[in-house]
């Protein structure tokens, strides 16, 4: 028998494996659907929090993983812990404040009440009132506790995950990449503020985005139109085994070849403008191995940046086929002096929803999101750099979109 | 530098202060941006910043400019550099007050709301929030020292490339 609804859609994928992508993907609602329950509630490892934004025991913050709302804590023996944010008696959810510290979470709905580790403590009226009504003699208070997520850890960096069976954080993470946000979370970090941008467009066309190299220096003109930055500048993508994470990055610019770039004939080549105030550029140089510019993108929504001084990580979150949110956390480092956080500020302005870097990414999602509407069976594309799966010292490619598809359809399976 | 309470400010005072706003949204509305970084000192400070922010003394901004040169940045890569679809503007600014002085400044607060119609023609409420300004006069005209949008729409839609 056939289940109605989620388990009824099938995908027929192009022959041509993951250099194809049906758009039927980005805009089938029982597609959504499995999506939440093979990728967000299956063997994936999701972003959560970092560890620096519950310092003290008590802490607490709200967010997802997929569309399911979570609370994750610092319980009051300094371990975190997340469940989710539904209450245990009829589903209201439980915490309604972005964040915060408290002992207790108290549904204001009945009152059932929590502690920080998701476990209930109290039933009002749980033995009725005036020996009518209240609970069965076998309510079970253990038997009520909010639904929980694995946790762990790596680097300060909190992921959950709803899959019992889904193998360690490190391993899922993989050598490579764990190495890349050890880079970066290599001391305590200091959180600067958050800003958070919605779009209408289905969340893969973001998370592309994200792990497209090729469109950088072609979308993203503020750098060539002042004059500051070109495509042959030395880089390059690694990905994990799986091909599922992937990092993008580049070094400083050292062996411009401007003619190779002119030659593109690209628009985006034009250097009559200048910077007035060229501060917001002045950085530091804060990696000894001379990268400038470095994009991680952790399966299934987590990018991790480092653009110059600017360090940030992005929570990619699901919100229906055609919708999803970005919230950026921002940080820098614990002992950082004035003169580096001014330097953060500053170029804050590269990144974020009004970046000068980034403020078309928010943008290109939606056209692609219009532009497919009623053409389901079409597919994207996707043969830059080859049709492989695999690090290339070059970003002219699109091998880590290649990589993030692999893995998608092997989840849902397609 | 302590704060002063402006109990009864002249009319004059606050009519050049409540022109000041106005025009500055009518110049952002009617697309005069190469205009915009002349509502302000030469040294001066401009943000966009989220109410969460802003209460937890967070820094992050959506937009934090330090200087009148970054103001004109702004706009140089408005105007030629970022790539966005096309949109207007319509401010509605209410509730201009005096709340204050420091120094040769006047501490003012207004509301705002920003409304965005886009190529398809749809308005949307955009951006909701207060102004927490700095107002100064230089030559007898009335100029922002300090502007800083701290807006209350915590989720930006799609993107910010036009100052509020
Ligand atoms: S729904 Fe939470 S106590 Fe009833
Ligand atoms: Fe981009």
Known sequence: MTKLGVDTMQITWPAEGFTRVPYEVYMDPSVYEQEQLKIYRGPTWNYLALDAELPQNGDYKTTFVGDTPVVVTRDSDGEIRAFVNQCAHRGATVCMDSCGNTKTFTCVYHAWAYDGKGDLKGVPFRNGVEGKGGMPDDFDPAKHSLQKLRIETFCGVIFGSFDPHVGPLQEYLGEKMCGYIQRVFNRPVRVLGYNRQSMNNNWKIYFENVKDSYHASILHTFFTTFGLNRLSQRGGIEMDDTGMHHVSYTYGSSDENEDAYKQANLRSFNSKYKLEDQSMLQGRKEFADGITLAIQSIFPGMVLQQIHNTLAVRQLLPKGPGHCELHWTYFGYADDDNNMTTIRMKQSNLVGPAGFVSLEDGGVGELVQRGIVRDKEKSSFVEMGGITVQSQEFRATETSIRGFWKRYRELMGY | ?????????????????????????????????????????????????????????????????????????????????????????????????????????????????????????????????????KVVFVDGEAKFKEKIAVYDTSMIPTLLVTPI
């Open chain 2, 1 to 133: 530098m302590s704060v002063q309470n402006v109990k009864s400010a002249s009319i004059e005072l606050k009519a050049a202060i409540e022109e000041l706003f106005h025009s500055y949204a009518d110049c952002i509305d009617n697309d005069e941006l190469e205009q915009w970084p002349e509502f302000f000192t030469e040294e001066c400070i401009y943000k966009i910043i989220a109410r969460e922010n802003y209460a937890r003394n967070l820094l992050v901004c959506v937009i934090y400019c330090d200087s009148k040169g970054m103001l004109k940045d702004r706009i140089t890569a408005h105007r030629h550099a970022n790539i966005y679809e096309a949109h207007t503007y319509k401010h509605l600014v209410s509730g201009v007050r005096i709340v204050g002085q420091e120094g040769d400044a006047y501490l003012v607060r207004a509301n705002y709301a920003v409304f965005q119609t886009r190529q398809d023609g749809i308005t949307e409420v955009y951006n909701v929030g207060k102004y927490v300004d």
